[in-house]
Antibody
């Protein structure tokens, strides 16, 4: 069965950096696009970024563009989210989520499986 | 990237039907058939209920159905059950090759 396991969350000071990882199993990782979605405490879902099956296409929400970078290592079935210049408003549970398609050129079908999330708290 | 518009809450009695709306623009809901719906129980990860406007993944009861007209997508839950009480989110692909979620709707089973 599809499994997505996020790690790397924790408490970090404003302005600092953090890298999240997402280990995938149960599907052919190198043929699907993967999203990052976050949810602030008590709030709704916010889409963060998507990366195509081969890493050639990446798109970001305006709120993180220029600060966050997503990448993938298909040899390790792992996705990454590098978060720089963190702000208090970045505090959230971060989910990695598999798309139904490969997301070539940015065109995806939508998320079908989600991980359990990892909590990132930005606080001084 | 403004969030799609959903009602904050919808309620119904067991066995009844309810509909949740999700309104966007020509740049998202109105322009593409890549609209999905997710159910989220407290403390849990979201679960896909509907994809590409009206398609149900295997394992999702046929009590859940999706529809779109113009800039508004809708999720209908028929034969409401206690376990349907949860938060529901719509999402859509956008013209910028990004994605946007609705603000979420809390469904209460009376």
């Amino acid at each position: 069965q599809v499994q997505l396991v996020e790690s790397g969350g924790g408490v970090v000071q404003p302005g600092r950096s953090l890298r999240l990882s997402c280990a995938a199993s149960g599907f052919t990782f190198n043929t699907y696009g993967i999203h990052w979605v976050r949810q602030a405490p008590g709030k709704g879902l916010e889409w963060v970024a998507v990366i195509s099956y081969d890493g050639s296409s990446k798109y970001y929400a305006d709120s993180v563009k220029g600060r966050f970078t997503t990448s993938r290592d298909n040899s390790k079935n792992t996705l990454y989210l590098q978060m720089n210049s963190l702000r208090t408003e970045d505090t959230a549970v971060y989910y990695c989520a598999k798309d139904r398609w490969y997301c070539s050129g940015g065109t995806c079908s939508g998320i079908d499986y989600w991980g359990q999330g990892t909590l990132v708290t930005v606080s001084s | 990237q403004s969030a799609l518009t959903q009602p904050a809450s919808v309620s119904g009695s067991p066995g009844q039907s309810i509909t949740i709306s999700c309104t966007g623009t020509s740049s998202d809901v109105g322009g593409y058939n890549y609209v999905s719906w997710y159910q989220q129980h407290p403390g849990k990860a979201p679960q896909l209920m509907i994809y590409e406007v009206s398609n149900r993944p295997s394992g999702v009861p046929d009590r859940f159905s999706g529809y779109k007209s113009g800039y508004t997508a809708s999720l209908t839950i028929s034969g409401l059950q206690a376990d349907d009480e949860a938060d529901y989110y719509c999402s859509s692909y956008t013209r910028s090759s990004t994605w946007v979620f609705g603000g979420g709707t809390k469904v209460t089973v009376l």
